[in-house]
């Protein structure tokens, strides 16, 4: 049988891309107005972004083993070998909800074949991973080596993040309060990248011309191959700027190809509208 690619939805990748690929989806929490809702399925990105620009502060929570617990033992049952590739760990539990689960479903169906990776990635670093799997499920490639080209590409992964406005991550816990002002009077865009699964700063950047500008500057420096790959933009409610980067990406590289998604609201809940986030890969496309 073919290979099931499970992912959870901080990769946020399109209803669109789901369906093409049959993707299965677990969600992520997001708690608004003491309300409870599925990322991507009860609520909207545009919804959580709306509601923060009014002053409110959504939270997340991690998707519960109870959940996939749910998602394994539809395709244990039918003894249909599964990946499951995971929301970096060092961001949210998802990761280890799904390796609680995992061992009781596997106590259940001994002979079920399941990999589960921390990617490490997050956003649609992770969803560009997710899809490359799931491309690899389609041409019926094997179990192994779905698992063994996922995680060469989630290793070389590169994210390059920053924020319109660092009241969000002043809330998330990312940045001191007087930072924040600061950095906000003065018009200072941060830089951010992931290193081992985390999100940390990287540089701090006086206005968003110039922001973009640098972010260009470290895909070249960090990236390789880009006319074989794919390289994904992700944005908070800001599809114009993340196509100007893209149009900015075009005039600079050979590129195969370059695909914009929305961030969704798990992660976005924390990054706050107007991020926009460079994906692409530092090796050979494989």
Not at 71 to 79: G, M, Q, S, V
Not at 81 to 105: H, M, N, R, W
Not at 197 to 207: S, T, Y
Not at 212 to 227: H, N, V, Y
């Amino acid at each position: 049988m073919d290979v099931q690619i499970i992912a959870d939805s901080a990769c946020d990748l399109s209803e669109k891309d789901y369906q093409a690929y049959q993707i299965e989806r677990v969600s992520l929490t997001v708690m608004m107005d003491n309300k409870y809702y599925l990322d991507g399925q009860t609520i909207s990105a545009k919804k959580i972004y709306d509601e923060m620009r009014d002053g409110k502060s959504p939270k997340t929570s991690q998707v519960s083993p109870e959940d996939f617990r749910a998602a394994f033992t539809k395709y244990a049952k039918k003894n249909q070998p599964c990946l499951y590739l995971a929301f970096s760990s060092e961001l949210s539990g998802t990761y280890q909800s799904a390796t609680i689960a995992a061992k009781d479903v596997q106590e259940d169906y001994p002979e079920w074949q399941l990999q589960i990776i921390d990617t490490k990635c997050a956003s649609f670093g992770y969803g560009l991973v997710v899809l490359r799997a799931a491309e690899l499920a389609k041409q019926q490639r094997s179990l192994e080596e779905i698992t063994a080209s996922s995680k060469y590409y989630a290793d070389h992964m590169e994210h390059i993040f920053t924020v319109d406005d660092l009241e969000y991550l002043y809330r998330g816990g990312r940045v001191s309060k007087s930072a924040a002002f600061v950095g906000t009077l003065l018009k200072i865009k941060p830089l951010l990248h992931m290193e081992d699964g985390k999100l940390i700063p990287l540089e701090k950047i006086r206005g968003s011309k110039k922001v973009f500008q640098r972010m260009l500057a470290i895909m070249e420096e960090r990236g390789t191959d880009f006319s074989n790959q794919t390289i994904g933009i992700s944005h908070g409610d800001a599809i114009e700027t993340a196509e100007h980067l893209a149009e900015m990406i075009k005039a600079r590289f050979t590129v195969k190809e370059i695909k914009i998604r929305m961030v969704g609201s798990s992660i976005g809940a924390h990054s706050g509208p107007g991020t926009i986030a460079l994906f692409f890969s530092n090796e050979k496309y494989q």
